[in-house]
C-alpha cells in the first residue's frame, strides 16, 4: 500500500513547470517508454524521466554493493586500487563530457553509466564466468553482467526505468571495440524483451546487439575508455608492475591522456554525424591498448592465480549449497535470510508483487551470488564451510 505521505509529495508550480521547459528549449526530443504507468514515475520539469532513472539506480542498494566490488585486481590490499562503483562514476563523468559537446541528453547517459555495471558478479569478468557455465550445464541458460544488470533494475526489483536506460544497460558491452557506433532503434518493451531472452539462450547475440541511442553508443565506447588507462594505474599502484611494462605511445602515456585524446577524437569526428565515431588512427590505438592490457594484466598469472584455482570451486560449491536450501524451503538458510526476505521486502511497495521464489531455483542461486561483495562472497564461504582464504590479499 502507498502511503498518505507519498502520495502528498510536493509538485512544482505550473508557472515554475513551464519556466523551466522554456529555459531548457525543448532539446529532449527522446521517447521515454516505461514499462509500467505510474504516477509516482511521471515525469516533470524538476525531474524529467532520465533523472528518475539515475536517482532510482543511484539509490538502489545494490548500487551499493559496488563500492565492494573489485574491477580487476581482487587479492590486492590497496584502498586506491578502483571499485567498480568508481567505475562507473568514470564511465558516466567521461561520457557526459563528450555527451554535453554534441548536445546529448546528459541525464540518460547518467543513468546508462550509473546502471550499466549493477549486475556484476562479485571477482569481476571470472566470477561472471563461472556462472555463466553453472547456468548453461544446469537449466541451458546463460549469465551475462549486462543482462544481470538489466535483470535486477527491471525484474526483481521493478524499477520501473524508461526503455532507453534499459537498452543502453543491456547494449554496453565494453569488450566489442568498434570505430564507430550507430543507434540501431527499438521498437518497445516486447522487442527489448526478446533481446534479453535471445541473450540468455544464446551468448553470440550478445555480439550483435547495438544501443537504439546515441547516447547508449556513448556510453558504450566511454566504458572502454573508462578502463584502459585506469587498470593501468591500478596495475602499477599495486605493486605489481610498472609503467615500462606498457609500449610507449605519445598519445596514450598516462590514464590522462587515453582519456582526453580519446574524448577529443570522438568529439571531432561525430559533431553533427548519426554516430558516435574514432577516426582509424584512434581506433587502432584503443584496440592495441585493450590487447595490450589483456597480455599484461588480464590474462598473467599474477592477475588470475587465485580464481580458477580457488574461486571457481569455491562459487561452485556455493552455488550447490544455495540451490539446495532452495529446494529444500530451508527459510533458516542464508539465501531466505540474506536475500529472498530482502527482495522481499524492496517488493513489498510495488503493485502487483509477483513470486520471486516461482523463477528457477538456478536463477535465484545466482542473483544471489551476483548481487555479493568480494568480501561478502568470502565470509559466507567461511561460515557455511568453515574454510577461510588465508592467503586474499596477501
Known amino acids: 500500500m502507498i502511503s498518505k505521505e507519498r502520495n502528498t509529495m510536493e509538485r512544482l508550480s505550473e508557472k515554475a513547470e513551464r519556466e523551466i521547459e522554456k529555459r531548457r528549449g525543448g532539446k529532449n526530443a527522446s521517447f521515454k517508454y516505461l514499462r509500467r504507468d505510474g504516477e509516482r514515475d511521471k515525469e516533470t520539469a524538476l525531474r ?4 528518475r532513472d539515475a536517482d532510482k539506480i543511484l539509490n538502489s542498494a545494490y548500487y551499493n554493493r559496488l563500492s565492494d566490488k573489485t574491477q580487476v585486481l581482487s587479492f590486492y590490499r590497496n584502498d586506491d586500487i578502483t571499485r567498480r562503483a568508481l567505475h562507473v562514476q568514470l564511465v558516466s563523468r567521461i561520457a557526459r563530457t563528450v555527451g554535453s559537446a ?16 549493477i549486475g556484476h558478479t562479485p571477482f569481476g569478468h571470472a566470477g561472471e564466468k563461472i556462472l555463466d557455465e553453472l547456468l548453461r550445464e544446469r537449466i541451458g541458460l546463460g549469465f551475462s553482467h549486462n543482462v544481470q544488470s538489466v535483470r535486477v533494475l527491471d525484474k526483481i526489483f521493478e524499477y520501473n526505468l524508461t526503455l532507453e536506460t534499459l537498452d543502453g544497460i543491456l547494449c554496453h558491452n565494453g569488450e566489442m571495440p568498434s570505430d564507430s557506433y550507430r ?27 547495438v544501443p537504439a541511442t546515441k547516447e547508449g553508443c556513448l556510453v558504450r565506447i566511454c566504458d572502454i575508455i573508462a578502463y ?36 577529443v577524437n570522438i568529439t571531432e569526428n561525430s559533431l553533427n554525424k548519426d554516430g558516435i565515431i574514432l577516426d582509424k588512427q584512434h581506433f587502432e590505438l584503443l584496440k592495441r591498448l585493450k590487447d595490450e592490457n589483456y597480455k599484461v594484466i588480464y590474462l598473467t598469472d599474477k592477475v588470475r592465480k587465485y580464481y580458477d584455482t580457488t574461486i571457481a570451486p569455491m562459487m561452485k560449491k556455493l552455488f550447490e549449497r544455495i540451490v539446495g536450501d532452495l529446494t529444500e ?22 503493485n502487483g508483487v509477483k513470486d520471486y521464489l516461482a523463477e528457477p531455483k538456478e536463477l535465484i542461486a545466482a542473483d544471489f551470488i551476483a548481487s555479493m561483495t568480494d568480501d561478502y562472497f568470502l565470509a559466507i564461504y567461511e561460515e557455511l564451510f568453515g574454510v577461510r582464504i588465508k592467503n586474499y590479499f596477501d
Open 329 to 350: 524451503q530451508d527459510e533458516k538458510s542464508i539465501v531466505y535470510r540474506h536475500h529472498i526476505k530482502f527482495i522481499d521486502k524492496k517488493l513489498a511497495y510495488k
Open 228 to 263: 584502459l588507462g585506469k587498470d593501468r594505474q591500478d596495475y602499477v599502484r599495486a605493486g605489481i608492475g610498472c609503467e615500462s611494462d606498457f609500449a610507449s605511445d605519445e598519445l596514450a602515456h598516462s590514464n590522462s591522456a587515453i582519456i582526453n585524446n580519446m574524448c
Open 48 to 51: 524529467p524521466a532520465f533523472v
Open 183 to 209: 543507434p540501431a532503434g527499438i521498437k518497445d518493451f516486447a522487442d527489448f524483451d526478446r533481446r534479453v531472452d535471445a541473450c540468455m539462450r544464446d551468448a553470440s547475440y550478445i555480439k550483435k546487439l
Open 102 to 117: 554534441l548536445s546529448l541528453d546528459c541525464n540518460l547517459i547518467e543513468a546508462i553509466a550509473l546502471g550499466h555495471d
